[in-house]
C-alpha cells in the first residue's frame, strides 16, 4: 500500500523554493519537484518534446555536453543567453522545432536551467514546467495526491520574478485542491495574481528578460510566456528528459 506524508494539518504541501540555493532547507526526497526555468531553458525542454524529441539529457558543465561531439546527438549549450560557441544551438524555443529535432536526442546545458535540474535529483520524481504547459503540469500533479515543491532556477541562484510568477500560476491551481501552502507559495501566488491579466507587460522589467532583450532576442521572452500551447509533461528518467506517459 502506498503511504503518503500528509503535513501536520492533514493536508499535503506545495513549497516554493524560490532559489537553487535553498535547496537544502527543503525535504525533496518527499516531493515531486517541477523545475521552471521560463526564460528559457524549462520552456524550450517542454517545446522540444512535445515536438517530438526523443529524450533531452540535461547536463550541468559545457564540457559533459562538450564530451559528446561525435555521436549522433544534438548539442545545445547556452552560457549568460548566448549559445556556446562550438554547439548546435541555444536554448532558444525557436531550435526546439519539429524539423530539427523530431526523433533526436538533444544534450543541454543552460546558465541555470539545468543546474537546478541536478541540484534537485534526489526528489521522488522531477517533471519540467513552463507556461506552454501549464493547465496539463497541474492536472497532473492533482492527480499523482503527492507533496510538491516548485524549483525556481533563478538567475545564478538569485530570485528572479519570471520563475516565481510561474510558480505562483501552479500554486493558484493547486490551491484548494487538499493543498497545505507555505509562505513563499502563498507570496508566489501573490505575485501571479498581480501579473496575471499581462504577463509580458509585467514581465518586461525583469532583469533576465532585459539580458535577453539587449542580446536582441525578444521574440524568444515573448514567446515563452505562451500558456498552454502543449499538453506534454518531460520527466527526468535516469539522466533523460522524456515524455510522460
Known sequence: MKVVKLSSAGKLNVEVCLTPALLPLYNINDSIVVVIDIFRATSSICYGIDNGATAIIPVSEVEECAAYHGTDHLLAAERDGKVVEGFDFGNSPFSYVPEKIAGRTVVLTTTNGTHAIH?????????????????????????????????????????????????GAVVHQLNGASYKLDDSSIAAEDLYLLAKDDLRGYLKKTSHGERLRLLGIEADIDFCLNVDITTAIPVLEGDRLIKLI
Open 119 to 167: 541540484l534537485s535529483k534526489m526528489a521522488k520524481q522531477i517533471v519540467i514546467g513552463s507556461f506552454f504547459n501549464l493547465t496539463a503540469l497541474c492536472d497532473y500533479l492533482i492527480s499523482k495526491k503527492e507533496n510538491v515543491l516548485l524549483v525556481c532556477a533563478g538567475w545564478k541562484n538569485k530570485f528572479n520574478l519570471e520563475d516565481s510568477i510561474f510558480a
